[in-house]
């Protein structure tokens, strides 16, 4: 396993370091550095990590909903997944919306995300006339599956 060291800073002095679960974890846990906080059926509210991070040319940070807060409460990011660029020295905020038919609570200092890194890469776009041919062609959603 590959480990690297990624400078952040706090903004404010209760945000809380990310965290990794276990040793094989992929995602660092992101923490709300925000006041108890209670997000109603079908509302998004941003949340607060008090955190910036300085994340390495090559690599961008990718914030994903935490499995047992999904599945559980009904709480998961509402752009799905976020992306952290390389150039981005802002506060990690996370958009977490209540899936879920119940009020939900979320506590200051609670697990709110999860942020993977990953390598990219960066395309030069380049408009052609025609495309290589496939098997599939143009088959769009489902088109790979049982009819």
Not at 105 to 134: C, F, K, N, W
């Amino acid at each position: 396993m590959k480990s690297i060291k990624l400078r952040f800073k706090k903004l404010v002095e209760e945000a809380v370091t990310p965290t990794y679960g276990s040793v094989y974890s992929a995602g660092a846990d992101l923490y709300n550095c925000g006041p108890d906080t209670v997000i109603a059926p079908g509302q998004t509210l941003l949340l607060h990590t008090g955190i910036a991070v300085e994340i390495p040319e090559g690599l961008v940070g990718l914030v994903y909903a935490r499995s047992g807060l999904a599945s559980k409460r009904g709480l998961a990011p509402a752009n799905k997944v976020g992306v952290i660029d390389s150039d981005y020295r802002g506060e990690i905020m996370v958009a977490l919306h209540n899936h879920s038919a119940d009020s939900q609570t979320v506590a200051s200092g609670e697990r709110i995300a999860q942020m993977v890194l990953t390598p990219y890469i960066h395309a030069d776009y380049e408009e052609a006339e025609e495309l290589s041919d496939t098997v599939r062609g143009a088959g769009g959603f489902g088109s790979t599956g049982e009819k």
